[in-house]
C-alpha cells in the first residue's frame, strides 16, 4: 500500500484517537470519517489498468469496487480481481491498497462506518477545492489547501 496513504489515515486517526475520550482505535475514526474522492479513485483505477481497449473490463471490475451493495461482495471482488490472471502487478496492488478496511470504507457506503444515507449525500470530489487551491497559486497568491477547504 503506498506509504502517502498510511501517514494520512494513521496521523488522521491517531489525532482523532488522541481526542477520543473513549479512545477507540484509530481505525475506527478513520472508517467512520473518511470519504475518498472518486476522481482521485478513477485516476488510479486508469494509472493501474491502463487505458488500451483490453483493460475496459477491468476498469469496470475496478469501478464496481464503489457500487456493491454488501461488505462481503466488496471484498469478494477485490479477491476476484487479484487472483485475476488478466489483472497485471499494478491492478493487484491498486486492489489489495483498495481492500484495506480504512480505504475500502472510504470507497463504498457499506463498507464504512458512516451511515449509508450520510455517506450518499456528501459530495465524493474534492475538484473544486483543488482548483481554487491551484488558481491562486498559479496567480502567485499561495492559497494554502487548507485556506481553500474552509
Not at 498559479?138 to 485556506?147: A, E, F, N
Request: overall charge positive.
Amino acid at each position: 500500500m503506498n506509504s502517502q496513504y498510511i501517514a494520512n489515515f494513521l496521523g488522521f486517526g491517531q489525532y482523532l484517537h488522541e481526542l477520543d475520550v473513549l479512545k477507540r482505535p484509530w481505525q475506527w475514526h478513520v472508517t467512520k470519517t473518511v470519504i475518498y474522492c472518486t476522481i482521485h479513485i478513477q485516476r488510479g483505477v486508469i494509472k493501474a489498468a491502463g487505458t488500451g481497449s483490453a483493460s475496459t473490463e477491468l476498469h469496470k471490475r475496478m469501478a464496481q469496487l464503489l457500487y456493491v451493495k454488501f461488505r462481503e461482495e466488496c471484498f469478494e471482488l477485490c479477491s476476484l480481481l487479484i487472483n485475476s490472471t488478466y489483472s497485471s502487478i499494478q491492478v493487484v496492488n491498486c486492489t489489495k491498497h483498495k481492500q484495506h478496511e480504512c480505504i475500502a470504507s472510504g470507497l463504498n457506503p457499506y463498507c464504512s462506518r458512516i451511515g449509508i444515507e450520510l455517506f450518499e449525500c456528501i459530495r465524493k470530489h474534492t475538484n473544486a477545492v483543488e482548483q481554487r487551491h491551484f488558481k491562486s497559486t498559479s496567480l502567485g497568491r499561495r492559497l494554502s489547501l487548507l485556506k481553500a477547504v474552509k
